[in-house]
Every structure is written in C-alpha cells, then in structure tokens.
C-alpha cells in the first residue's frame, strides 16, 4: 500500500492543509518554512509516534491551538491522529475505529534521513546509541518492552546505588533484582545491536559504491563496530550476559563509590570505518572522509535501514512502507544525485524535499512534483 493522501489540521505551520501523493517518488519542493519538513514529520509521527529530534509532542501544534490532527489515507485506510494540549489523551484510530498506537505502527513503516544524521559520526555516543535503537525498535517492534524494562532497571538501580544503605538487611537482595533484570534485557539488547548491524554493513557497502561508482564493488569499503568491555559480534546472548555479570562484579565497589551504573548497554559505542585507498586499512571516518563524504555514508546507511524495514515486511499488500528524505540532495554532486534516483527504484514510496524543483527526467521510477506554496 501507498500513502496517498495527507491532511494537517493545526500541526506545526499548517491550519488545515490536504496533498495528495503516488506511489513511486513525491518531489516535495517550495521556499524554506513552507512546510515541507512537516510534512514529512507528520508521516513519520503516524509510523513511530516521535517527533523529530525528539521535542515535546504539544510543539508539534500550531501555536494557541489545543489539538492538532494528521490523518493519513492508505489504498484502502484511513488513518487519523490526534495530538492535544487540553489534558486529553492522544486519539488514535483506524477507519474510524478507536485503536492503540501498536495497531498504526503495524500499518505504516516509515524510514527517515534528515541533514542532522551526520551527527552520529560527530556527536555524543548517545545520540549514536539512540539512532540505532531508534531503528532496531522500528523494524522490531516487540523489543520495545525489551528497552523499557532495561530502561527501569536502570533507573531504580542507579537510585538503590545513590541512597541505599547496604549493611541492612535485604538492600543487597533488592540490588541483585535490579542486577539480574540489567543484564537479561541488556544482553538482549546488544545482541540485536550486533545483530542489526551484521545485516547492515553487506548492504551499506552495496549501496554506498552504487551511489559513489554507480556500480556494486566487490571489496569492502565500510565498515562498523561495536564497542563493548563485555561482548563482541562472535557471541550469542548468553555469552554476553555471562560476561556482563563478571564485568558488573569487578566494578561493583567502583559503582557503590559513585553511585553510577557503569556497565551496560548505555555505556556501549559505535564506531564507523572506511577503507583507507593508499594504506588498504580501515580507519575512523571522521579521520579521512570529507563532509560531503560523510553525507553520502549517511545517506547509505538510511537506505540499508530502509531496505531492511521493506524486506522484513511479511504482508506488503496491507502495510504501507514510506522512505522520507529530508533536504537530501544539498551537497551531493550530480553523479550521486543520478545514481540516488536509479536506486530509489527500489522502494515503493519515497518522499523527497528540496527548496527547488527537479527536472522529473531524472526520476527513473514513477512519479511528480509538489510544490509547497507559502501560507
């Protein structure tokens, strides 16, 4: 299924705005502030209930507005979203029907590149941290719990360090139950970290030369690791539970001295390389990739996401798949624009924001122009 028609009432810029969209590529074009960014937020939201850069919901509604609404037509659904500022729950529904937000996300799957990815290689392991199990959630949807349960434990285990006094009696009992649950549902989690990016990287390579070269390379020429004191891609859960106990057994004094949860995945890194071309050795990115670069690895590395949230689908005719990109094209130099658009080809709905027109010549895949007009 396709998104075919979008309507914004009272979100962000809009009062009451209706596009119509296809199948294959949607060149969103017009002035910067028109809109174009929301509406593509907007269609994100209805697949991943976030907003961008993760602001507060209520500033997704346009100013002295109480609720602001997105409804989405697919083939064959109608989607409706209500967001409220008035003390009101969210109002979710499906043809009508009153549903949970699981039921939507179910329905639409949406990938999205926006300019600020670059920050994953420039930025705070935790931005990185969090792109990633962004979209580990959003292509499994049932570890989600997985998270919020690490999440608590945390959480209650970091209060238990501050201010819990350990010669009484139970406070260790309390602790261990705390422990046990970080290292079941942390393993857990850097299993399908590993995991997601071993599937990552064959096709991060693949479509990064197609961009570069315009052709699939036999070498390698990216590649990312994760860093961990207790685990590493060789290891199944256990093993890394296993681990993940002993390290939280030798930092435990450690941990009661500063009362901070010093092992887990919230401490763990991603690290991106490259093939260096004179020396034939993989080295950081950020140590030999230029800017525009580091767009096109960026880039690259939304669309393997993407094309692995298309492939998991295991009833497309009824799910709707959407790839957004934001302002993509600044920066890249025509060759890769070119290239860009033979391999949008293959996703079935991309939606594509641009301050100007596109000659639709380019487009080797069905599709049209919008241009935003100003409000």
């Known amino acids: 299924m396709a998104v075919k028609k979008v ?26 502030g028109v809109g174009k960014t929301n509406i593509l937020e907007a269609i994100n939201y209805a697949a991943i209930f976030r907003s961008l850069n993760s602001i507060a919901k209520n500033r997704l509604i346009k100013d002295d507005e109480k609720y602001s609404l997105i409804q989405i037509n697919t083939d064959n659904e109608k989607i409706d979203i209500e967001i409220r500022t008035d003390g009101l729950a969210e109002q979710r529904r499906v043809n009508g029907k009153n549903v949970s937000s699981k039921v939507i996300r179910e329905r639409i799957f949406s990938t999205i590149y926006t ?10 392991a935790e931005f990185t941290r969090s792109f990633f199990d962004k979209s580990i959630q959003n292509i499994k949807d049932d570890i989600i719990s997985v998270y919020s349960d690490y999440k608590n434990a945390l959480m209650q285990r970091a ?21 046990t649950i970080l290292i ?40 990312i690791k994760y860093i961990s004191r207790y685990s590493h891609e060789k290891m199944n859960k256990s093993q890394i539970a296993a681990n993940m106990k002993e390290c ?15 092992i887990g995945p919230h401490r763990d890194k991603f690290a991106f390389f490259c093939n260096d071309s004179k020396t034939k050795e993989f080295v950081k990115i950020e140590e030999r990739f230029s800017t525009g670069q580091i767009q096109v690895f960026c880039l690259s590395l939304v669309l393997a996401i993407a094309k692995i949230r298309t492939n998991s689908l295991d009833d497309f005719d009824n799910k709707t798949s959407v ?18 658009f033979a391999l949008l080809d293959n996703y079935p709905q991309t939606f594509i924001t641009s301050p100007s027109a596109f000659d639709k010549s380019n487009f080797r895949t069905p599709g049209d122009l919008y241009e935003i007009p100003i409000k």
């Open 7 to 32: 309507r914004l009432y009272n979100f962000r810029n809009f009062s009451d705005a209706s596009f119509n969209f296809k199948s294959g590529i949607n060149f969103l074009y017009g002035e910067n």
């Open 115 to 124: 300019p600020l990815i670059i920050k994953i290689i420039y930025s705070s």
């Open 159 to 179: 209060r238990i360090l501050k201010t819990f006094d350990f010669s009484k009696s139970g406070s260790d009992e309390v602790f261990e139950k705390y422990t």
């Open 184 to 223: 079941n549902k942390g393993s857990e989690i850097v299993f399908y970290r590993i995991s997601f990016i071993e599937r990552i990287i064959p096709l991060l390579n693949e479509i990064y030369s197609f961009l570069v070269f315009g052709k699939k390379e036999n070498k390698k020429l990216l590649d």
């Open 248 to 262: 939280l057994q030798n930092v435990k004094t450690q941990e009661l001295a500063t009362g901070l949860n010093l």
């Open 323 to 340: 790839l957004l990109l934001d302002d993509v094209l600044s920066g890249l130099d025509k060759k890769i624009i070119n290239n860009l």
